[in-house]
């Protein structure tokens, strides 16, 4: 049955929207491109910050900004690759809350930004402020360099992009810089 101009409304709804706010939960939200070398290594990049975890080319959203688009803004960034669009959706990572450590959740969207073939690599141009080094290896090296969420998210980008299925990855609340 479809309503008509007809019906009374319905209820009012029960809180204020302030109060209906405050109820949902919090998150952070993230998008990056996974790109391999032509071996099919994955790239990533080595923060400066704190730990110094390996990270893939991309960050967090700007106001008003979808994440495809933060993901490609953020590669050039940190990187200086301008990459056209579009990408496939990889993976939907999404990272725990944790009331005493890690107050808020994280929601990150993982796109397949292709093969970088060695003009493209040698072209990389790393913002100091963020990244040191930038690197192509082998799974076991990104095994024994990263932390198990970390590599989780990255062997389940390879599974994504490998089945062309995009996946869902939950992970426990990031407490260290391994992520």
């Given amino acids: 049955m479809t309503a008509t101009s007809d019906e009374p409304a319905g209820l009012p709804f029960p809180m204020s929207q302030a109060d209906y706010l405050a109820t949902l939960p919090k998150a952070t939200v993230y998008a990056c491109l996974y790109f391999t ?3 099919g290594r994955p790239l990533q990049m080595r923060s400066v910050f704190r730990s110094r975890p390996w990270q893939l080319p991309g960050g967090n959203l700007d106001a008003g900004e979808d994440p495809h688009r933060t993901a490609v803004r953020e590669t050039y960034e940190e990187t200086g690759l301008r990459v056209e ?6 993976l939907v990572h999404y990272i725990r809350d944790d009331r005493d450590r890690a107050p808020l959740a994280k929601i990150g969207f993982c796109f397949d930004g292709g093969t970088l073939d060695d003009e493209q690599l040698a ?3 790393l913002d100091p402020n963020e990244h ?3 690197a192509v290896e082998d799974w076991a ?3 024994r360099l990263m932390g198990p969420e970390g590599y989780r998210r990255l062997v389940a980008l390879a599974e994504a992009r490998r089945t062309g299925r995009a996946g869902v990855l939950v992970s426990e609340p990031i407490v260290s810089d391994h992520a």
């Fill in 85 to 90: 669009g579009p990408h496939p959706l990889l």
């Fill in 37 to 39: 070398d032509v071996h």
């Fill in 141 to 143: 090296t990104w095994e």
């Fill in 123 to 125: 072209s990389i141009r």
């Fill in 132 to 134: 040191d080094r930038w």
